[in-house]
């Protein structure tokens, strides 16, 4: 197994499937649209199994990096093709292959245009994606990270709403201008190391003057992707447009990004300004937590409500991110897992019965219990976990970030605690709204429960979510050793009592003990 | 007395063939009663061979290894001329290819088309190659006053003309500056030759430099600017890309840039490379000024060649952020982004052309790409990935490029001019993202305008070039050492 570059083939693979659709291009429609499912499905299963095997085979033990491929991609400007993946990364790269055939299934009756080019579209998503968080080289970590706004640019624009134009240029232009800005701080970082290796940047320490700087050019492209208040603007109009699985995608995967990329990066990277920053951090996070769980309150539109719901919850993981404590990044990170596992199935959940009414309005609704009882059943648990009910894994994930960040900040922890209430309230009364009350429109009579295809769909969810919220420990300890990591590096810069700082003042001494014994 | 200089005449062989092949063809076409479209065809086909043919001999020379001065010290060659030369080519035989089918819808019955773009070759040739500023107005000279003519082709057209007009009038305007420039030049150091005025410059800035020198510097940098078209000396870009033919637009789009590019950093290099200094401050403003105006004026275009002169006039400025960095870096950056411009800027227009629109005339609007993606999706893709590159997303070629410019940028601490140019890249991926837009979001109309492969005839040559730039731009990821390294050697034979 250790011959064969098993991370580099889990990124490449679904690329092939995208290849093999595209020159499959010439047959004629319903063939090619039927080929076309069918290769990406099973090209996004066949991923999926390798990152499981990637996950067996994982050292949690171990905090460096794993499964890595390394070689030259541009020797003349000592750029290399690194891959490789730690306790961090994993989760999002098996969150990924999740997701992906779930999308595809997931469309797999309502897109009926365009299907080779929307099965292409996804394909190319889920290789960017894992490339994405499994990239070693900032040079190759951008390329990823940056791609994905072709697809995502597509999918809402060719398959979306009606106001799709409006919403795909909104995306792409608003996350184009946080990340053009993190180029140039990769271009100086590429100058101040000799070159673009992730390991290698990691371990050099910046001017915390020049540090203030890096770390905003990449506060600017996280930021906005994540994405945090007042930077959310794109993230609703995005969400309601986009088809079913593009918001899935979005919600899932893309606005994790932005919290990978503070762990990977601008903690033990940047650790003075992060230090600096946190503050800052905290006071956006809590606005966002409870302004947008409000402004989710107030929402009419199914998608839009989940929508503003995501913001909240990635409020969450930023204040556990810039709390830098174990409990707080793990947490963190668990609440991004959780998330995406969520907040997909919730979008999943109102494609279900977009698909059947093609509407997204709450008041188009109501009584839903009554003709779909099993929808409904689906449909609570997963509000219950958004909520952040214990036995889920919502729970785990606000319970580790409130407790990390109980240790930092008490004020933080209990307005963000306050939030969580906000978070039941506009759950629940969507929930309330939607599936119980009197089954008043005619046309929702006719309405039929679950496919067989839906309850495909929802049971890795279902099963994630229970899984990860009684049990979370496999999850955990996946992480366990890299976030200690993290935390170790940023205290080592940070803390002058111990480590580098101190052994510099150590030789120092040694030097002038040296001189007067002279 | 001549015999003296045939060695010379071996080492300028590939103009000579060109030369020779352009005369040829104008002595034939002469004596023809009537000139149709299919025979302005045979002739570019003809030139292409000869084009070909003179690439072939360039590289056997280059493979000797030598680099040589000619002609008393007036055309010299080394690495860097060798790869721009072989860019020049290339890029006028592949507009030239794409040229072929548009020629009898656009009305460029002439066969002189043919003949001119091989003058004007020529002339690029010499002004990249020059080592004198006598030598390099020859080749100026050649260059521009063909386009002049090629942007009248269509003499019955009124836009067509008057395009030519605007183009000669602002042209001779620019020979003006440049001629003033040499002359203080010449008069303050004595000779017109680059390597003689270079050394003037390092004796004279020992003891401060003559004013007259800054002030030349600053003629000469103005009239280069308005080939390029730099702002503020850009005004005519737009009038002339939208006035003339597509394929004569494609032309002046492709290889004159390159061109002008490349004199424009072997002058600042080469003889003003002590007043650094001075000339850097100009170039950061006229960068400054085209990348931003580039990227707002272009976005309320509704014509397609005028969306592409603003878009051009940006790109320029993105090339001139790699000359005002100054040091290697930079003209790595310049060599590469000339290079994928080249590529991108004649795959878009392969597109445009091989399209046809409303009338006799090819794609004006740019409402009239909607719906090509159902009627046409090989073009539809091929042309989104162009616009995809020009706005420099990954992991398309364009994205190399801009990569590389921003290095140099940082390289050279122009942290502003640096985060100017990635902004205006944001409100420029605007114009581009719209003709993707509006190909593939807007409802395909009940009667589509566009029809491919119908009327038009799609040449050979025109899907090798298509196929070629699209495999370029797609692919240049997987392994950009190629061009890279060969930027690297250009810098290295243009000492800093």
Not at chain 2, 51 to 64: E, G, P, R, T, Y
Request: hydrophobic share 55%; with cysteine; proline share 4%.
């Amino acid at each position: 197994m250790a011959s064969l570059p098993l991370l580099s083939m889990t990124i490449f693979l679904p690329l092939l499937g995208a290849f093999a659709i595209f020159f499959n291009w010439g047959q004629s429609g319903l063939v090619q649209a039927k080929n076309a499912r069918w290769v990406a499905l099973w090209t996004s299963l066949v991923t999926l199994g390798l990152t499981v095997i990637l996950w067996y085979n994982f050292n949690a033990d171990s905090s460096s990096f794993q499964f890595e491929d390394k070689f030259q991609w541009i020797p003349i400007m000592n750029v290399g093709y690194h891959v490789g993946i730690d306790g961090i990364s994993l989760p999002f790269v098996l969150l990924s292959a999740l997701l992906i055939p779930i999308c595809i299934l997931s469309s797999w009756s309502s897109i009926q245009e365009r299907v080779s080019e929307y099965m292409i579209a996804f394909l190319v998503m889920e290789t960017l994606l894992i490339g994405m968080f499994s990239a070693l080289d900032l040079i190759l970590f951008y390329l990823f990270f940056e791609g994905v706004l072709i697809p995502m640019f597509l999918i809402i624009g060719i398959w979306g709403g009606p106001d799709r134009v409006y919403a795909a240029f909104k995306f792409f232009l608003y996350t184009l201008l946080g990340s053009v800005l993190m180029l140039l701080a990769i271009l100086y970082i590429y100058f101040e190391v000799g070159g673009s290796d992730i390991p290698l940047a990691l371990t050099t320490p910046f001017d915390p003057a020049v540090q203030i700087w890096l770390w905003l050019a990449f506060f600017a492209s996280f930021a906005v992707k994540i994405p945090m208040w007042p930077f959310h603007t794109w993230l609703p109009d995005a969400h309601v447009e986009a088809p079913t699985a593009g918001s899935v995608i979005l919600a899932g995967i893309l606005l994790k990004m932005g919290g990978y990329g503070f762990i990977r990066f601008s903690l033990p990277m940047f650790p003075e300004a992060s230090a600096y920053f946190a503050p800052m951090v905290f006071t956006l996070s809590i606005i966002a937590i409870v302004y947008t769980s409000l402004v989710a309150l107030a929402q009419t539109d199914m998608k839009k409500l989940i929508a503003y719901s995501s913001i909240a919850h990635m409020g969450f993981v930023t204040l556990g991110i810039f709390s830098v404590d174990a409990q707080g990044i793990q947490g963190a990170i668990t609440q991004m897992v959780s998330h995406g596992l969520i907040s997909a199935a919730l979008f999943l959940c109102v494609g279900v019965v977009y698909d059947r009414v093609h509407s997204r309005e709450i008041a188009d609704y109501g009584g839903l219990v009554y003709i779909m009882p099993r929808y409904a059943t689906v449909f609570m648990l997963f509000i219950l976990a958004s909520v952040g009910l214990p036995g889920t894994s919502g729970f785990i994930g606000e319970f580790l970030v409130l407790l990390g960040t109980y240790q930092v900040s008490t004020w933080a922890a209990t307005l963000a605690a306050s939030g969580m209430v906000l978070g039941a309230a506009y759950a629940l009364w969507l929930y309330r709204r939607v599936v119980f009350g009197a089954l008043i429109h005619p046309n929702l009579k006719l309405l039929t429960d679950l496919s067989w295809r839906e309850k495909l769909i929802f049971s890795p969810l279902v099963a994630g979510v229970l899984i990860f919220g009684i049990y979370p420990i496999p999850l955990l300890r996946v992480m366990e050793a890299a976030v200690a990591n993290v935390i170790d590096q940023y205290n080592l810069a940070l803390d002058p009592e111990d480590g580098i700082l101190d052994r510099n003042k150590a030789l120092d001494m040694a030097r002038q003990d040296d001189k007067e014994a002279i | 007395m001549i015999e003296a200089y045939i060695p010379d005449f071996y080492r300028i062989l590939p103009e000579v063939i060109l030369i020779l092949a352009a005369l040829g063809m104008l002595i034939e076409g002469s004596f023809r009663k009537i000139t149709d479209s299919k025979l302005t065809a045979r002739f570019c086909r003809n030139a292409i061979v000869a084009i070909v043919i003179a690439v072939v001999v360039l590289c056997i020379q280059h493979k000797s290894g030598e680099n040589w001065v000619t002609f008393e010290g007036q055309i010299v060659q080394d690495d860097f001329i060798f790869l721009a030369k072989l860019l020049i080519l290339v890029g006028s035989a592949a507009v030239l290819a794409i040229s072929i089918p548009s020629l009898a819808k656009e009305q460029i019955l002439s066969f002189e088309y043919a003949v001119l773009v091989l003058f004007a070759t020529v002339g690029m040739l010499l002004m990249v190659e020059a080592n004198d500023f006598i030598s390099l107005f020859v080749g100026l000279e050649m260059q521009g006053l063909s386009l002049y003519v090629l942007a009248a082709i269509n003499r019955d057209q009124l836009s067509s003309s008057e395009a030519a007009l605007k183009y000669f009038v602002l042209g001779a305007i620019s020979t003006c500056l440049y001629l003033y420039g040499t002359s203080l030049l010449y008069g303050f150091a004595g000779s017109t030759s680059f390597d003689v005025i270079g050394a003037v410059i390092r004796v004279e800035s020992a003891v401060g430099l003559p004013l007259g020198f800054i002030i030349a510097l600053v003629f000469i940098i103005a009239s280069l600017a308005f080939k390029v078209s730099a702002v503020p000396f850009h005004m005519w870009t737009p009038d002339v890309y939208q006035g003339c033919p597509t394929a004569i637009t494609a032309f002046i789009a492709a290889a004159p840039k390159v061109a002008g590019m490349i004199v424009f950093l072997r002058i600042l290099v080469l003889p003003f490379i002590l007043m650094y200094g001075e000339w850097q401050a100009i170039i950061v403003f006229l960068s400054f000024a085209s990348m931003v105006l580039g990227a707002f004026a272009a976005l309320r275009q509704t014509d397609i060649k005028r969306l592409l002169a603003y878009s051009s006039i940006g790109q320029m400025g993105y090339v001139l952020l790699g000359v005002a960095a100054g040091n290697d870096d930079g003209i790595q950056a310049v060599f590469v982004y000339i290079t994928l411009y080249l590529v991108m800027i004649i795959g878009t227009f392969g597109c445009l052309l091989s399209l046809r629109g409303k009338g006799h005339f090819g794609v004006q609007n740019l409402q009239d790409l909607s719906g090509i993606s159902t009627l046409h999706p090989k073009i539809a893709f091929i042309l989104a990935a162009f616009m995809f590159s020009l706005a420099g997303i990954p992991p398309l070629a364009g994205f190399f490029a801009k990569l590389y410019v921003f290095k140099a940028a940082i390289s050279a601490g122009l942290f502003g001019l640096a985060i100017i140019g990635v902004l205006t890249s944001v409100v420029a991926s605007y114009y581009y993202l719209k003709i993707v837009k509006i190909m593939y979001f807007d409802e395909v109309p009940a009667a589509p305008t566009i029809t491919f492969g119908q009327s038009v005839v799609v040449s050979p040559e025109m899907i090798v070039v298509l196929n070629a730039c699209g495999i370029i731009i797609l692919f240049f990821f997987i392994y950009p050492n190629p061009l890279l390294e060969m930027a690297q050697r250009a810098a290295l034979a243009l000492p800093i």
